[in-house]
């Protein structure tokens, strides 16, 4: 009994110890997972909420996005049907610019197509006329025959023509008339000397052109525009009294007492002087004209002799080797007064070139004569009756005699070119072919 009483006191304890430790951790346990269950049920029942409401919301977008897609479709409908219009206008805007571009393109195609045509079929019937024109001016008779028709050109030119100035014109006024003072002294002294007594006058003034040549500040003080003539005739008494004539020392007296625009007129006119010494020697021995003629034809060597022509344009080179290079071509083709003009001229020369200087004194040699100078240039050697009738006409042309200076040349084809001067006549049939390529079409 004891037993029983000891274990129901013990199962008694077990309890009350189970009910006052174990019942309330398990009471509150339950109690906490039953607010988990209400919190739960809660959080479910808000997302149901929540769901519901993001379904009608979804619902409402849907309901939206279709109300916009049916308007971005009637949009892009009404766009589709505007850009089409659009593009439909454009369109035809394009075709006709390209309708008008195609249009002008084929017209400058046809243009320059024609130009082309007009320009190779230009050229064809020129180089058929050359040929044409060279196999017929082969025969002298026809080609003699393109002069006299030139002459006859020209004679009609005569009312028209002008008259050619005559004797320097690159002098300033003060030493173009100074030039023409001394000019004057010089023949006044000139016309009492004899031929051997010319060429030392003309050895005198070339020495003292050298002389000026090389002593620049003398030079400057005999040609300066001062009141102090006789101390300038006395110095150059002092420097020249006994080495030249009384002839020439007599010509510088009148040049030094003359105003000079500048000292390289007053060295020219001296050695101008010295040329028309030789050139009055070669009138008093009726020379002149032959004389005119061998400067001239030399010219024309130093023209078709570049190489030479720049070996006497070397003025940097000592004179005497220019002088011995003009000697040894020369030769025997030249008289004596011809190859001293030429010496003295290559000799004194400065800052120009040979065949200039040489056409220069060609020029002076004719003019001194009273004569214009004419050159010529034809395919063959003129008649003389071609040469009398144009020296006739261009005398006519001119109002002045005329000295004709004739150049052959075979590539002229026929006809003449005349210079006088700076006007130049050009009618011959190689420029005329020339002229009718040029105005053919690029």
Do not use: C
């Amino acid at each position: 009994m004891s037993t029983f009483i000891g274990q129901l006191v013990g199962f008694v304890v077990l309890i009350a110890i189970i009910y006052k430790f174990m019942v309330p951790p398990v009471r509150r346990l339950m109690a906490n997972q039953k607010q988990a269950v209400r919190d739960q049920l809660d959080e479910s029942a808000k997302a149901a909420r929540r769901l519901a409401e993001a379904d009608q919301h979804h619902a409402q977008r849907v309901a939206e996005g279709k109300a916009d897609a049916r308007r971005v479709v009637e949009e892009a409908r009404a766009d589709s049907v505007r850009i089409a219009e659009a593009l439909r206008s454009q369109a035809d805007v394009e075709a006709d610019r390209i309708k008008v571009q195609g249009g002008q393109q084929v017209s400058l195609l046809r243009a320059q197509l024609i130009r082309q045509l007009r320009g190779e079929l230009g050229s064809e019937s020129v180089a058929r006329a050359g040929e044409r024109i060279r196999a017929y001016v082969a025969d002298p008779a026809a080609r003699a025959g393109t002069v006299d028709r030139f002459l006859d050109e020209l004679e009609s030119m005569a009312p028209a023509a002008f008259a050619a100035e005559i004797g320097p014109s690159d002098l300033r006024s003060a030493s173009r008339d100074a030039q023409a003072a001394v000019v004057a002294r010089f023949d006044s002294v000139a016309g009492s000397l004899g031929a051997d007594q010319l060429s030392t006058l003309s050895d005198d003034l070339a020495s003292v052109a050298r002389l000026l040549l090389r002593e620049p500040i003398l030079a400057r003080h005999l040609a300066e525009a001062s009141g102090q003539t006789d101390a300038k005739k006395a110095l150059l008494q002092q420097l020249l009294g006994g080495k030249v004539g009384a002839a020439a020392l007599d010509l510088l007296d009148a040049a030094v007492s003359i105003r000079w625009s500048t000292t390289a007129d007053f060295v020219d006119s001296v050695e101008h002087l010295a040329r028309l010494s030789l050139m009055v020697r070669a009138e008093r021995e009726n020379q002149a004209e032959e004389v005119a003629e061998q400067l001239f034809r030399f010219s024309r060597v130093l023209e078709s002799q570049p190489q030479l022509n720049t070996l006497l344009s070397d003025f940097s080179a000592p004179a005497d080797g220019r002088v011995s290079l003009l000697r040894s071509v020369l030769g025997s083709g030249a008289g004596d007064t011809a190859g001293a003009l030429l010496a003295q001229t290559v000799e004194l020369l400065r800052g120009q070139r040979a065949d200039d200087a040489v056409a220069q004194l060609a020029e002076l040699a004719i003019t001194r004569r009273g004569e214009l100078v004419a050159e010529v240039s034809a395919a063959a050697d003129l008649t003389e009756s071609q040469r009398t009738r144009l020296t006739a006409v261009l005398a006519r042309i001119y109002h002045h005699p005329v000295s004709i200076q004739l150049n052959v040349d075979p590539a002229l084809l026929g006809g003449l070119a005349v210079t006088v001067g700076d006007e130049v006549i050009d009618g011959t049939l190689s420029a005329r072919l020339t002229a009718a390529e040029n105005k053919l079409p690029d």
